[in-house]
């Protein structure tokens, strides 16, 4: 059987351009002792992913050149030589980039309980990332204004969501009249303010009258800079991604770090990983939030796997509407 | 009686002038009930003095024009209308750059324990800006890297010897080859860095083979910077100060918050009053190391008040060698 493939064909500078990829056609491996064969429905594409396009030190390994592209799947057992796992069975993987692949490592989602694309998203990794962070690192109390940025995405309309229930405001960043009304009249935030439309600190100010107590921030760059210079004495940031520099020949100086020292800010960097041992806790609110209608998520869905290249360039730019899925 | 005291003239852009500063001969208030009356003996100049002198919005209020220059003083009470405090007692006071002062909330101080100027210093706000700051957020474990900055100074000379008496490695970064020899050879830091020598990432990364898993922060900028790229997974940046900012135009631009996100580093702000209801453990540690003789503390002292202004622009600039004093 013939399976297709993104590898990484060159590390870009700058912006992602589609001749950094390469599809590949190649056999599928053989399923060995411990494995299954699996055939995959749905990739995630996430921001992460630049970073690991680059050789720069992070918290994993980049991939290598020629490599097939990382990325988490949901997909259908085809063959299991695996305990506990059967042909028919729907799995999380890491396979990545791929139509199939051989893993090792999967673990099972339930197609009765939620579609299976969620696995990726609101009970998945993002939605994982919006508890975590925002709980953990941002420890909102009643009443305090939470602001996020990339707040139509996967992680940041959870973000906001999770806010306004654990009783907070809830104020957005997004690119776009479309986004923000978006993200104000279905998602139910207070306020959301488009960064596009310029003058953002003003906007910002007038969204939060009280200040800035948690900035959950996944852009970084001159908007962090911006809320930096609005958050309140013993406020947090939880700093989860930094798109805006991803894809930065040079990544953007933030001058207003004075904010952090007068006004005692607590920054902190998060990797979901982290976690990982308290992923149950997460998926039990997420999960009980959305049976009872209170988790508004939308999907941003391009067909088939050549498309998973344009698609990342541009969820990177932002063009995306949600979270950016590739169905198989 | 007359009183001579500094008042801000005007408020600098950038580096801080002489004429920014006014001394002024005025009358000696009279005491009333509750109050005391202060000659002051030793003034502290400190680095948040520049950001009092600046409109821009900071954890106190600035020192307003035709003000008296803010400052602690230790003085001997020369008239006392407050109950527990005599005639010839030594108190500690927020009086000024000011000779004499009428003061409603002062602190005894005892001359019998330590030098009165101590109380300044490794025993007074410097001590206790070094000891929390290191313990409750940079948090070292043993074994642990600690890297310091300003490391001949007031606050940095303590952070490293407390990181090394908690069992720490210590490494300093100093400006010129004669505090870096004082920090390694007196105070007994494991290494230290010039960071005029140029070349200081090569240099700390020599210093610290194991990386950074605290970074004692007093000056932020391109300092700050060089160091957010050898922090250490899950390691804590203590943003206790910005001196290389304070009298610049503008602030400099930090490019490695990506650290941050990637190593999961926690970088907060501190003002050492957040701590002030647990003064006394901090005094009782660094009482008792200094009187076992494992506190080393160097004092720079300028005679006469006339002598202050010139004596903050050389701190400001590092031209001090340990806490920068006038004795009046």
Redesign the interface.
């Known amino acids: 059987m013939q399976n297709k493939r993104w590898v990484l064909a060159s590390r870009p500078t700058g912006a992602v351009g589609e001749t950094d990829f390469r599809l590949e056609t190649v056999p599928v491996p053989q399923v060995a002792e411990g494995e299954v064969l699996v055939k995959n429905l749905w990739l995630s594409l996430d921001p992460y992913m630049r970073?690991r396009m680059s050789a720069a030190?992070?918290?994993v390994k980049g991939v290598d050149i020629g490599e097939v592209m990382v990325g988490q799947t949901v997909g259908e057992v085809l063959e299991s030589r695996k305990a506990g796992v059967a042909k028919g069975d729907h799995v999380l993987t890491q396979l990545g980039w791929q139509a199939y692949g051989v893993a090792r490592d999967v673990s099972k989602v339930d197609a009765t309980k939620a579609p299976l694309s969620y696995y990726l998203g609101c009970l998945g990794m993002p939605g994982m990332t919006a508890y975590f962070g925002l709980k953990e690192i941002g420890q909102p109390k009643p009443g305090e204004t939470v602001v996020v940025s990339a707040a139509s995405g996967a992680v940041g309309s959870i973000v906001g969501q999770l806010a306004r229930q654990w009783g907070c405001r809830a104020v957005g960043i997004a690119g776009g009249a479309q986004k923000c009304a978006y993200v104000k009249n279905e998602l139910g935030f207070d306020a959301c303010v488009d960064y596009k439309a310029g003058g953002l600190q003003a906007a910002l100010e007038a969204a939060c009258p009280g200040g800035v107590d948690v900035y959950f921030d996944n852009v970084?760059g001159p908007t962090?800079d911006t809320v930096l210079r609005l958050m309140n004495?013993h406020s947090r940031v939880v700093?989860?991604?930094?798109i805006s520099?991803y894809s930065a020949a040079?990544?953007?100086?933030?001058?207003?770090?004075?904010?952090?020292?007068?006004?005692?800010?607590?920054?902190?960097?998060?990797?979901v990983f982290?976690w990982k041992d308290r992923y149950g806790e997460a998926l039990k609110t997420l999960g009980g939030l959305l049976g009872e209608g209170k988790l508004k998520y939308r999907e941003s869905i391009v067909e088939g796997l050549e498309a998973a290249p344009r698609a990342l360039i541009g969820l990177l730019k932002g063009d995306n509407f949600g979270k950016q899925l590739v169905r198989l």
Chains 1, 2 share one sequence.
């Open positions: 970073g030190k992070s918290y970084g962090l004495v700093v989860c991604g930094m520099d040079e990544p953007f100086g933030v001058k207003s770090l004075r904010s952090v020292l007068v006004n005692r800010i607590r920054m902190q960097g998060m990797i982290d």
